[in-house]
């Protein structure tokens, strides 16, 4: 598929794009220094995100970085043909930061399918599958291995170097469904949940927590095992936090695609699809949605204020979802300009995480 309505790359510029590269790695670099984690993401021949490698990210703040954690969520490994190379790929950066990775695999969205050339049935299936290869590669230790499985043949692995973490870095998925969060608790992983808000979030998290339970666990999830991400934007006055928040629902406004690259046949599931029908929403926006900042501040999707008020917005979103132990703070997207990201970095590393402390939330700068 080859459409017009996408924005073509003659728009993009180098001399631009540049400058944003090193702006984007300078402000992680702050938030190393702030006590921040780092989470990275990526996407595809899209203009909201330019990030279109998250490995290389990663590998570079590897080496810039001391303190924080990197997570990567994530690698589309459905969209990728192998699984061995992202194990490398993975392993070398964990032994580049000593031990500091957090790795995270998603499904891909679904614009990005063409993009990739690939095919939007079965995703669910080829990444699980991928992620059996993945971790089969990082345990073994005895020499060469065969693999073969529906999707993908491997005669021969027996990857160089190890993780560093042993017997591998963390695991993160993502998912907003609850079909998707189930099996995520089934398997142990960390469950990465994005602008889902209030009821949308609690919903996602009890199903996580029946995989869990259902894979025979015993006791309550930890809560290091859930993280939600909003935009936040942290400021000295309510009128600073708002008009920095605003500039950060450029994303919301903007990541807008025709219906045939949001839902792509066999993407979505055959009830998400009647849902789709009956409702007029594909995912969890209607046809023609234009954000509003109140009503995203009452949604759970946007924390914004002073650290005082943001303290308060996300210990009541907490409270309602039944606790969570990462927040992937979405902290700097549009016309934030770079001093602005910096003073809520500040802010937040400062006089917001200190409060958050007693929720045991972790924190994560996202970008």
């Given at each position: 598929?080859?459409?017009?309505?996408?924005?073509?790359?003659?728009?993009?510029?180098?001399?631009?794009?540049?400058?944003?590269?090193?702006?984007?790695?300078?402000?992680?670099?702050?938030?190393?220094?702030?006590?921040?984690?780092?989470?990275?993401?990526?996407?595809?021949?899209?203009p909201t995100c330019i990030n279109a490698c998250a490995p290389l990210t990663a590998a570079v703040l590897a080496r810039q970085t001391r303190r924080a954690r990197i997570c990567i969520l994530g690698n589309p490994i459905s969209n990728r043909n192998d699984p061995v190379r992202i194990a490398e790929e993975m392993?070398?950066?964990?032994?580049?930061?000593?031990?500091?990775?957090?790795?995270?695999?998603?499904?891909?969205?679904?614009?990005?399918?063409?993009?990739?050339?690939?095919?939007?049935?079965?995703?669910?299936?080829?990444?699980?599958?991928?992620?059996?290869?993945?971790?089969?590669?990082?345990?073994?230790?005895?020499?060469?291995?065969?693999?073969?499985?529906?999707?993908?043949?491997?005669?021969?692995?027996?990857?160089?170097?190890?993780?560093?973490?042993?017997?591998?870095?963390?695991?993160?998925?993502?998912?907003?469904?609850?079909?998707?969060?189930?099996?995520?608790?089934?398997?142990?992983?960390?469950?990465?949940?994005?602008?889902?808000?209030?009821?949308?979030?609690?919903?996602?998290?009890?199903?996580?927590?029946?995989?869990?339970?259902?894979?025979?666990?015993?006791?309550?999830?930890?809560?290091?095992?859930?993280?939600?991400?909003?935009?936040?934007?942290?400021?000295?006055?309510?009128?600073?936090?708002?008009?920095?928040?605003?500039?950060?629902?450029?994303?919301?406004?903007?990541?807008?695609?025709?219906?045939?690259?949001?839902?792509?046949?066999?993407?979505?599931?055959?009830?998400?699809?009647?849902?789709?029908?009956?409702?007029?929403?594909?995912?969890?926006?209607?046809?023609?949605?234009?954000?509003?900042?109140?009503?995203?501040?009452?949604?759970?999707?946007?924390?914004?204020?002073?650290?005082?008020?943001?303290?308060?917005?996300?210990?009541?979103?907490?409270?309602?979802?039944?606790?969570?132990?990462?927040?992937?703070?979405?902290?700097?997207?549009?016309?934030?300009?770079?001093?602005?990201?910096?003073?809520?970095?500040?802010?937040?590393?400062?006089?917001?995480?200190?409060?958050?402390?007693?929720?045991?939330?972790?924190?994560?700068?996202?970008?």
């Open positions: 598929v080859c459409s017009s309505d996408l924005l073509a790359n003659k728009y993009f510029d180098p001399a631009i794009g540049a400058d944003l590269y090193n702006r984007y790695l300078d402000e992680h670099c702050l938030a190393d220094e702030l006590g921040l984690d780092i989470m990275l993401n990526e996407h595809h021949q899209t392993a070398m950066i964990d032994c580049i930061s000593r031990g500091r990775l957090e790795c995270g695999f998603v499904r891909s969205v679904p614009y990005e399918i063409p993009a990739a050339n690939s095919n939007p049935t079965r995703m669910n299936e080829r990444m699980y599958e991928a992620l059996d290869l993945i971790k089969a590669a990082w345990t073994h230790h005895d020499g060469p291995f065969t693999f073969e499985g529906r999707f993908h043949h491997h005669r021969c692995v027996n990857i160089w170097p190890r993780p560093y973490q042993q017997p591998h870095p963390p695991i993160w998925i993502s998912s907003t469904s609850p079909d998707g969060a189930a099996r995520v608790g089934e398997g142990g992983y960390t469950l990465g949940c994005f602008h889902t808000g209030f009821d949308g979030t609690r919903a996602v998290f009890n199903y996580y927590r029946e995989g869990w339970a259902k894979a025979g666990r015993k006791g309550p999830v930890p809560l290091d095992r859930l993280g939600y991400s909003a935009l936040m934007y942290v400021g000295d006055t309510e009128e600073e936090g708002r008009a920095g928040a605003q500039k950060l629902l450029w994303y919301l406004s903007h990541n807008k695609l025709p219906v045939y690259f949001k839902n792509p046949p066999g993407y979505n599931s055959i009830d998400a699809n009647v849902k789709a029908m009956r409702t007029g929403k594909v995912g969890t926006r209607e046809a023609g949605f234009v954000p509003n900042l109140d009503h995203e501040i009452e949604n759970g999707t946007v924390f914004c204020g002073t650290p005082d008020t943001v303290y308060k917005q996300i210990k009541k979103f907490y409270d309602h979802v039944g606790g969570f132990g990462h927040l992937l703070s979405m902290g700097q997207a549009g016309f934030l300009e770079h001093d602005e990201t910096v003073k809520s970095l500040k802010l937040q590393a400062k006089e917001l995480y200190p409060m958050l402390r007693e929720l045991k939330v972790t924190r994560e700068a996202a970008e």
